[in-house]
């Protein structure tokens, strides 16, 4: 998140910027438009309030950008770390940013714009020990790319962005004590990526050669057979290692 909008300010944009999320993120450009809005996305009772309170503070016309980029997840046999966090993950991952987007929908059809959804390499694939994070990224990669087609008509295109590991917050929520060293990119490698397929109106931008070639690879596999295949490449990994203990 805060990569992106680095990558917003660069474009020396004078739009409004909107932060729907419980928390203000650190380091936003000072020569940002910026507003931040306290939003529960696991609540939505908070997302219609903030809604209404958006629509008041936006501009009243120009093209619209929104960016679905709140979400985490967690790794261990279902359903650990418990049902209550599984479902949170599923109102955050899934919920909030369909809600989010269907309430502005009028919006953006009447001025046109984007959506913009981080989605996940995990999406591609059935993955075990991450089983319920896995499938609401792969529930918000068919539903972006089937919203642009639907969208076209109307002045909207629809990304999914699929990043594989990327040095963000995603660990400590996911519910790792510490890093995974499993490598990736940088959040900014991952930004300028995704900040280049949305200028290309790409409905599908996987980050970083090698993740394109495993979400190939991935989406072409009989799904029993990637399940097994990613339940046997993360168990070597043992990322139990890594997890916090109760």
């Known amino acids: ?43 939505p009772a908070d997302i219609a309030s903030v809604v209404c309170e958006l629509r008041k503070l936006m501009p009243r016309e120009g093209r619209m950008l929104l960016i679905n980029n709140s979400g985490f997840g967690a790794y261990g046999e279902f359903p650990a770390p418990g049902v209550d966090h599984t ?61 642009d087609a639907e969208a076209k008509r109307h002045g909207i295109r629809c990304v999914a962005i699929c990043p594989g590991p990327v040095s963000t917050n995603f660990s400590k929520a996911a519910g790792f004590a510490s890093s995974t060293g499993l490598g990736g990119q940088t959040s900014e490698e991952c930004a300028d990526e995704a900040v280049r397929g949305m200028a290309a109106h790409r409905p599908v931008v996987v ?40």
């Open 1 to 43: 998140g805060r990569a992106i909008l680095s990558r917003i300010s660069h474009s020396e944009t004078k739009a409004a910027v909107f932060n729907l999320s419980r928390t203000i993120p650190e380091g936003v450009p000072n020569s940002l438009n910026f507003t931040h809005l306290t939003c529960d996305l696991s609540q």
């Open 87 to 147: 479902l949170k993950m599923i109102d955050v991952n899934v919920r909030a940013p369909v809600e989010l987007t269907g309430r502005l929908w009028d919006e953006l059809k009447s001025r046109g714009g984007m959506v913009a959804t981080v989605a996940s390499l995990a999406g591609f694939q059935p993955t075990p020990l991450m089983t319920t994070y896995a499938a609401t990224k792969s529930f918000m990669l068919d539903w972006s790319v089937a919203l």
């Open 207 to 246: 980050t970083g050669w090698k993740h394109k070639i495993l979400a190939v690879f991935s989406a072409r596999l009989p799904k029993p057979w990637a399940a097994a295949i990613g339940l046997r490449i993360i168990q070597r990994l043992r990322l139990d290692r890594f997890v916090k203990k109760a």
